[in-house]
């Protein structure tokens, strides 16, 4: 595969190219930029259209650059990985696991995600840890999503589906965390809660699994603060979690991921519907 081979290249300047692929995504029309254009002018109605068009051509950049981040997530050398990350909060989670204790780390689909996975896993590996599982959708393409399955399995050791609640609990009470980004629009098994002032179908699945399995939620998160440095931040629980409100839970779910994201908010995966399925009688925005 040619991912494979772009992969050996110095990271400097994979990330480089990446960018490079970002502005073209800007200056050629096409449906994600257009989706990209309703999420950031609704999310950021503040700001004047002038500002939301760099903000804009800044999220398309990231975008462009977050492809290549998600190929060396899964090609590129283990040599590639090492300093290129600061870790935030680590010691919270390195007492947790040290203690046979696994959780749910949720995050949020910044441009960085898959990278962050690796970037995180590995520094759990230098300390002797269990690595993190991860939940990921199968790619519709099953040549594809083989080359994928391999190359993960190389830094989380156990990809989930994520319909697979048994094998996920399985996963946390055996003393992993189990990454889980819940983030993305849903049509089942959802809430409607607010995020950022818009009604967002959020999946009720974090909320009742920390409840009825009484399993912790750790939240964290990956951006990029350099040409290829990055930063990630693991936080505190969240005091909602496993409570029996799963709608506040929700929403402070949701407010924490909106507060991450104002931090660098070129890095969202703006090119994601988010906002696909609104309550009855509110009207959509693509």
Same mark, same amino acid.
């Given at each position: ?9 110095? $990271?400097? $300047?994979?990330? !480089?190219?990446?960018?490079?692929? @970002? ?10 930029? %257009? ?21 804009? %051509?800044?999220?398309?950049? &990231? ?25 935030? @909060? ?9 203690? @046979? ?10 441009? /960085? ?5 690796? @970037?995180l896993n590995h520094a759990l590996k ?11 959708? &199968? ?14 399995? =190389? ?10 609640? !048994?094998?996920?609990? =399985? ?25 950022? +002032? ?14 009825s399995a009484n399993i912790k939620a ?14 990630v931040e693991i936080c505190p629980e ?5 409570? /029996?409100?799963? /709608?506040?839970?929700?929403? +402070?779910?949701?407010?924490?991921? +909106? +507060? =991450? ?12 519907? !988010? ?12």
């Open positions: 595969m040619l991912a494979k081979r772009l992969c050996q290249l110095p $990271l400097s $300047l994979q990330m !480089r190219v990446g960018r490079t692929m @970002g502005r073209l995504l800007y200056w050629i029309p096409n449906k994600r930029k %257009k989706i990209a254009h309703a999420n950031i002018k609704h999310c950021f109605s503040t700001l004047d259209a002038a500002e939301q068009t760099e903000l804009l %051509k800044a999220n398309m950049v &990231a975008t462009g650059q977050g492809v290549f981040e998600m190929m060396s997530a899964l090609w590129a050398p283990e040599k590639y990985v090492a300093n290129r990350f600061e870790i935030k @909060g680590l010691g919270r989670l390195k007492q947790m696991l040290a203690e @046979g204790k696994g959780c749910l780390l949720l995050s949020c689909h910044t441009t /960085s995600i898959e990278w962050g996975i690796r @970037g230098a300390a002797n840890l269990p690595v993190g599982h991860m939940m990921a959708r &199968a790619n519709n393409n099953t040549q594809l999503e083989a080359h994928f399955v391999v190359a993960r399995k =190389k830094f989380v050791d156990q990809l989930i589906d994520k319909k697979d609640v !048994r094998t996920l609990l =399985k996963s946390i009470k055996s003393g992993h965390g189990v990454y889980y980004a819940p983030d993305q629009n849903f049509s089942y098994q959802c809430e409607f809660i607010s995020f950022f +002032e818009r009604p967002a179908a959020t999946a009720t699945a974090p909320a009742k699994l920390t409840q750790v939240p964290w998160f990956c951006f990029r603060t350099g040409p290829a440095q990055w930063v969240l005091p909602s979690m496993g409570s /029996s409100d799963y /709608s506040q839970a929700l929403t +402070e779910m949701n407010q924490l991921f +909106e +507060e =991450k994201i104002r931090q660098y908010p070129e890095q969202y995966l703006w090119v994601h519907r !988010r906002f696909k399925n609104q309550p009855e009688g509110v009207e959509g925005i693509y």
